[in-house]
């Protein structure tokens, strides 16, 4: 099987289910920008800073973000193919990756200006993809309980990585810089 098809040249694409919407559609948009995600968590996870727990947590994290990445590149209705499922207890892993880093931080007064480290830089612009991507999977409007748990997934999943580049940054005792607005 080739790796190129065609059938996108006019700038369309298939939706799982087989329905061809245009490339700038928010779906595509959307189901993009969580793969660009992944990719930005890929980078963090190659850095030899990375601690063996964290390095796990986020192929478990890269895992969800395909199946999120599934979910968003499924047609609305109308398929019948069984497709990966994000559950509440993924949310509840993030949750508890974050309460068990944040315990070991010092308490946080200011917002904290990102970079310090190539690092911490790279895990500051996954969350601000991961911003980004939960932004863009608001615009569909879908209620469907899967909709509502990738949305909720990719809100915690930005809390994760903030707190993540705070870890990191600690265990590197690397100094955070406080931003201190000027008034």
């Known amino acids: 099987m080739k790796v190129y098809t065609k059938t996108g040249d006019k700038g369309q694409t298939s939706l799982i289910g087989g329905q061809r919407v ?3 559609d928010i779906r595509i948009d959307s189901y ?3 793969d660009e995600l992944n990719s930005w968590i890929g980078l963090i ?3 030899d800073e990375i601690p063996k727990k964290q390095f796990d947590q986020l192929i478990e994290i890269q895992d969800r973000l395909f199946t999120i990445g599934s979910l968003l590149a499924t047609q609305p209705e109308g398929t019948k193919m069984k497709l990966p499922l994000v559950l509440e207890s993924d949310i509840q892993f993030l949750e508890e990756a974050i309460d068990e880093m ?3 931080l010092p308490p946080m007064r200011n ?9 911490l830089s790279h895990c500051h612009i996954a969350r601000c993809v991961c911003r980004r991507a939960e932004r863009l999977t608001t615009g569909l409007k ?3 309980d899967q909709y509502q748990i990738a949305l909720k997934y990719l809100n915690r999943l930005s809390d994760y990585l903030f707190v993540l580049s705070r870890k990191i940054a ?5 100094e955070e810089i406080q931003w201190k607005p000027r008034v």
Do not use: W
């Open 170 to 174: 600690t265990d590197l005792n690397i």
């Open 22 to 24: 245009s490339k700038n």
């Open 45 to 47: 996870r190659d850095h």
């Open 142 to 144: 879908d209620e469907s």
């Open 32 to 34: 993009g920008t969580v």
């Open 111 to 119: 917002f904290v200006l990102p970079g310090g480290k190539q690092i």
């Open 102 to 104: 944040n315990d070991q």
